[in-house]
């Protein structure tokens, strides 16, 4: 057990680890192999994962969730990332857990009685569909629209690498109901909605199984009830979600991907001999190697329960959660180089699971900010012109979840 583990995770959070720990190892892992054979869409996994409950891992009890804190999130997103389960497999379980957090944050009584018991009972994967081809990252240059008619609204545009698109039932997308940066609104549109239609699941190179993929509107109407929050809200759902929610759960998912390469370099050089000895014996260059991976991982895994500690303890911590996103995808690729130069050309064989970690920890680099846009915000923190944090904004919202599991 890691210092983590001791200080900060209490017995509840490594009862919960346990658990997930064997439900991966048993539903999830057995499917790897063709999920990578194939790059299909995994329908039947994260069924299993949301059937479970690990959905609504912060939903409150009362809408029937389990009532976790930001920790028990990070800690089972982590979990199924590992060589427990996969990274496509830890992706989708973060791309609903975020796609949750609006719904929590920014939801009317209505609207959370009507869907957070659903996804807490597995029978609803939400999405969070804010970008789009031609504005990426500038969330502001998006250009979907939706229009009031009578009290409907309609909406019109292309969202782009949608988390989960291919596998969820609703989906929350952020569109232009007006001008500047007021001038973007919520909704909540059911997948099955007319006019809501998904583009050809197109597979990554890695995270194999899961889907980030287009979902287009086309003349798509819903009711004045599907607008989240208020008309105007739309850029806090996008920044606040990804931030508070987001940052946590892409760094929960690098981490469990860079442990699940540690544990694997860690066999690979006891196996593996040279010179008449395992290889971590015989060469001084692998064993400094495995001294930084091991540095990498205990770095990024310290800064990633720091921060989400802060998140539960309603303190501002949102330069805290992008240098978690950062230091964690950094480090999780920095590893893989180093375990490359270990493994040598067996590196990219697709029989063995090096390959796969390294290419599951390359996407995760761009969702919820890429590191340019971290390190960007962390350069406004230090200059003082950081405008809002999240974590204060929505102290009351996001701080102060029990696990009670
Ligand atoms: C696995 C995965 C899951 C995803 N899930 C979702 C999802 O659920 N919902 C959703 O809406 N989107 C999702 N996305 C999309 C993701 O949010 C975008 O990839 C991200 O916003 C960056 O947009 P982009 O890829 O178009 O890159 P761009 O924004 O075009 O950026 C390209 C490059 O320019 C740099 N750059 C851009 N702007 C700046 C700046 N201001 N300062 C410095 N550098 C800058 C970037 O760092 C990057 O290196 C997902 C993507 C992936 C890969």
């Keep these: 057990m890691d210092l983590i583990d001791q200080m900060i995770l209490t017995d509840a959070h490594h009862a919960l680890r346990h658990e997930v720990q064997e439900f991966a190892a048993e539903v999830i892992a057995p499917q790897v192999a063709k999920m990578e054979e194939t790059s299909a869409v995994d329908h039947e996994v994260i069924r299993e994962v949301s059937r479970r409950g690990y959905i609504g891992v ?88 939706a229009v009031r008619d009578g009290s409907d609204w309609i909406l019109n545009g292309h969202k782009h690498h949608v988390g989960n698109s291919h596998v969820a039932d609703l989906h929350g997308v952020v569109v232009r109901t007006g001008e500047g940066s007021g001038g973007l609104s919520a909704f909540l549109v059911p997948a099955d909605t007319p006019g809501c239609y998904l583009g050809e699941h197109v597979p990554l190179t890695g995270l194999r199984g899961f889907s980030a993929g287009d979902v287009f509107f086309e003349d798509c109407r819903v009711p004045a009830s599907a607008l989240l929050g208020e008309e105007g809200d739309g850029l806090s759902v996008a920044l606040s979600s990804s ?31 040279r010179y008449g000895k395992p290889l971590h014996e015989a060469l001084d260059s692998v064993q400094q190697k495995i001294g930084k991976i091991t540095s990498n991982v205990m770095t990024a895994r310290q800064d990633l329960y720091l921060a989400v500690d802060a998140l539960d303890r309603g303190m501002d911590c949102d330069a805290a959660l992008a240098n978690a996103k950062l230091i964690n995808v950094e480090l999780a690729l920095a590893s893989a180089r180093l375990a490359d130069g270990i493994y040598g050309a067996d590196a990219h064989r697709t029989d063995r699971a090096l390959q796969r970690y390294v290419r599951d920890s390359q996407p995760i680099r761009s969702p919820a900010g890429t590191s340019e846009i971290q390190q960007r915000i962390l350069y406004k923190v230090t200059m003082d012109s950081y405008p809002s944090s999240w974590s204060v904004r929505l102290a009351d919202k996001v701080a102060g979840a029990e696990l009670r599991h």
Aim: net charge neutral; glycine share 14%.
């Design 58 to 145: 912060t939903i409150p009890r009362r809408y029937g969730g389990m009532g976790g804190d930001h920790k028990a999130r990070t800690l089972l997103i982590e979990t199924i990332s590992s060589e427990h389960g996969s990274g496509a497999m830890g992706a989708a379980t973060q791309a609903s857990i975020l796609g949750l957090a609006k719904i929590l944050h920014f939801g009317s009584e209505e609207q959370k009685q009507q869907w957070l018991p659903a996804i807490a009972a597995g029978e609803c994967l939400p999405t969070i569909a804010t970008t789009e081809p031609g504005c990426g990252g500038h969330v502001l240059g998006m250009e979907a629209t």
């Design 243 to 273: 931030m508070l929610y987001g940052r946590a759960n892409l760094a929960a998912v690098s981490c469990g991907v860079h442990r699940a390469l540690l544990a694997d370099t860690k066999d690979e050089v006891k196996r593996r001999h």
